[in-house]
């Protein structure tokens, strides 16, 4: 049973046309990417998921239901801006979050006080929110949606404006979650962080899907045609017949093979020319390649005059 | 059902909580009452001391003028003044004006009178002061020079002490069976600019707090959770209740006061406790009428400053009842006192102001409690939709048809 079923959904603003024809489903125990530049639709994609806006057609189960507000229990949000009442203290505010998901206000402490050592933000449970720092603003209110164990977590771009250290802990706790069998979806426009932490993603681009799946699997749709090269001396094997295009940044090169049998001719022909190499790894595309890639071949695209708008 | 029924009481309690724990409202609450109280007292007071004490000369060459003078102003009714009695000679208006220059001397000014050219003409008086602006001891040395012409005129014409004590005596308006008219007066208005300043208070309150949620983004987690319906009613109550705590607080202080005696006069409670409550089911009625327009102004614009530009929507009704109430205050039960009142924006103020002034009779009372309840429930539904889509939209204010428009989602 997916936890997350959108059918054809479409909105549409006024004018602007948020979010055309979407499906995709999410199983449980997945962490999911939701990826696409800025203004491509990931936030109306998400708030239609948990009905805060409603979808101008086609249709949104959750858990294998119709959606219905009582659904929102069992689900955990974090919108993409933040937002804490400033005046109130940390631990008040978080009771006060779990409450409104129906805890009791004692279990509700309890879980908070557990969240915030987890999260390593003890010193801040006395203090008032706008007393603390933007990352600790940001554990906080992640904790606030989480704090009655939902069994859909959904956050819409979770590590912006987080420091690595920090992002790194918020990525562990997802995979800690992923873990116990919850599925998490997240949007963002990093596709470095999706690389290793999702099992299926989804692209969007100008309101539609582009591509959807899991991660493996859409990977290997892409030939091994990627050369990440790290050389010294003689350069001209960047203009070998095989090669599609090639960006050289003083000494490290990111190939693009015409076809994977060129890889082995061309580290070949390189030796040969007397250039000395430190790596040379045939790689699949990365995924931000991907997304470039099959963006570019929308129609939207070109639409847009050659724009992606990352 | 009963879930979002304690979803909306849990907002409106964090609501009540964060206003009623800051300083701002604990020093309002506290505050207006010890002002009122030592108003009150202190009117109280110079009332007591309502005798003119001033201590002034009087330099006549008629000295049975003089003398007179000097027993009416010492000693009448009104007042109780030091008069000294001076012969007219140049050297004692210098005497005098050094005097008046002395700052350890008390004289508060000194009368000249110059005896008349032609037997029968008045006398002419001259007064200088001391301070140009201490018109009680002026009109007290005119009410006297009066006085004590009437007198001699009258002893004149043969009649005797007796019969001008009897012609001359003072007339008194008992209004006991209304209270004191200026009392009641001074009390329906303070009423009345209070509701005044507790209604735009807490109306800008609510604005100013969506506004805030807005900016803070808080909505948007909220929302996941809960519906815009329940925020909004959440808020109104939190904010509401807070209203009411405080106008309660107040009110109880009035009636206190007003029942200990200190604003009792000639027997009569002015706030009593029909008033208090009046008083407090008006704010109520005119908190929900317009906190709910200041939600849908708050809900439209994104800055405090934006909202300034609005907020004539919420002055302009008030205002009016403003103008309104030198009618009402005339004759509290013109026709015209009475339709204004029944006006459902205006009916807390002037419904209430008539309520202090007279007896309204019930059925307008009651039809005013209708059509405000009426008008509130039309100005929530008007005024959640707009919440509902207003919160969710940033950047330029809505233009008035897409405000329509946002009425038709459903």
Same mark, same amino acid.
């Given at each position: ?39 491509? %639709? ?138 116990? %069998? ?59 017949? %095989? ?62 005059? %050659?724009?992606?708008?990352? | ?59 006549? #060459? ?83 020079? #009066? ?144 906190? #709910? ?89 008007? #005024? ?27």
């Amino acid at each position: 049973m997916a936890i997350v079923e959108l059918q054809n959904i479409r909105k549409v603003y006024d004018k602007k046309v948020a979010v055309e024809g979407l499906s995709l489903s999410i199983e449980p125990g997945t962490m999911f990417g939701l990826l696409g530049p800025n203004g491509s %639709g990931k936030t109306s994609t998400i708030r239609m998921m948990i009905g805060m806006t409603v979808p101008d057609s086609g249709t949104v189960k959750l858990f294998g239901q119709p959606f219905t507000r009582d659904q929102l229990k069992r689900v955990g949000y974090l919108p993409e801006e933040r937002g804490l009442y400033k005046k109130m203290k940390v631990l008040e505010q978080l009771v006060f979050m779990g409450q409104l998901h129906g805890l009791e206000a004692s279990l509700a402490e309890k879980r908070a006080l557990a969240w915030c050592e987890r999260m390593e933000i003890t010193e801040a449970i006395p203090k008032k929110v706008e007393e603390l720092s933007k990352g600790m603003q940001q554990k906080i209110q992640f904790i606030a949606a989480l704090l009655h164990e939902p069994e859909l977590v959904i956050m819409d771009e979770p590590f912006s404006g987080l420091d690595p250290v920090n992002a790194q802990l918020l990525m562990d706790t997802l995979l800690q979650l992923r873990g116990e %069998g919850k599925a998490v979806v997240f949007s963002t426009h990093r596709m470095d962080q999706v690389e290793k932490l999702c099992d299926a993603i989804a692209i969007v681009y100008r309101g539609k899907l582009v591509l959807e799946g899991q991660t493996r699997e859409v990977k290997s749709r892409y030939p091994r045609n990627r050369v990440q090269a790290v050389f010294q001396g003689d350069d001209s094997f960047l203009r070998h017949e %095989g090669v599609a295009s090639a960006n050289n940044y003083a000494g490290i090169a990111e190939i693009a093979l015409r076809s994977p049998e060129f890889a082995q001719p061309l580290l070949v022909e390189a030796i040969a020319r007397g250039t000395q190499f430190t790596r040379f790894e045939v790689i699949e595309p990365t995924l931000e390649e991907i997304f470039i890639e099959s963006v570019k071949k929308t129609p939207e695209y070109a639409a847009a005059g %050659g724009r992606i708008d990352v | 059902m009963s879930s979002s029924l304690s979803t909306v009481l849990l907002i409106a309690r964090r609501e009540y909580l964060e206003r009623v724990r800051t300083k701002g409202f604990l020093i309002a609450t506290l505050l207006i009452p010890a002002v009122m109280g030592a108003l009150t007292w202190g009117s109280a007071t110079l009332a007591s001391r309502a005798k003119t004490t001033s201590h002034v000369a009087v330099v006549a #060459s008629d000295t049975v003028f003089a003398h007179d003078l000097k027993q009416q102003l010492g000693s009448s009714a009104q007042d109780a003044m030091q008069v000294d009695l001076v012969e007219p000679t140049t050297a004692s208006r210098a005497r005098l004006d050094e005097q008046l220059q002395d700052k350890h001397s008390t004289l508060a000014g000194y009368l000249w009178v110059t005896s008349p050219a032609t037997a029968g003409a008045l006398p002419h008086f001259t007064y200088k002061a001391r301070s140009a602006g201490d018109i009680s001891t002026k009109t007290a040395l005119e009410d006297a020079i #009066s006085a004590v012409l009437l007198r001699e005129r009258l002893s004149e014409r043969g009649l005797s002490h007796a019969e001008i004590d009897q012609l001359t005596e003072k007339v008194t308006v008992d209004t006991s069976a209304s209270g004191n008219t200026k009392a009641a007066f001074i009390a329906a208005y303070t009423m009345f600019f209070l509701m005044y300043m507790v209604i735009m208070l807490y109306a800008m309150n609510t604005a100013r707090s969506i506004i805030e949620e807005k900016t803070s983004r808080v909505f948007e987690v909220m929302l996941a959770t809960i519906k815009p319906e329940q925020m909004l009613a959440g808020k109104i109550l939190g904010v509401g209740g807070v209203g009411l705590t405080q106008v309660g607080i107040w009110m109880g202080a009035a009636y206190a006061y007003s029942t200990f005696g200190i604003m009792a006069s000639g027997g009569h409670v002015l706030i009593g406790l029909t008033q208090v409550l009046y008083f407090i089911a008006y704010f109520l009625f005119a908190f929900f009428l317009y906190s #709910s327009i200041a939600a849908a102004l708050g809900a439209m614009t994104n800055s405090e400053q934006e909202l300034q530009q609005l907020n004539m929507f919420l002055v302009m009704p008030l205002a009016f009842c403003m103008v309104m109430v030198f009618a009402i205050i005339r004759e509290p039960n013109s026709r015209l006192a009475e339709i204004v009142s029944l006006i459902p924006f205006c009916s807390p103020l002037l419904m209430n102001f008539r309520l202090s002034l007279t007896q309204v009779p019930a059925w307008q009372v009651g039809l005013s409690f209708v059509l405000m309840t009426l008008t509130i429930a039309v100005i929530l539904w008007i #005024s959640a939709r707009i919440y509902r889509v207003g919160i969710l939209m940033y950047g330029k204010k809505p233009s008035l048809p897409e405000i329509l428009r946002w009425l038709k989602y459903s």
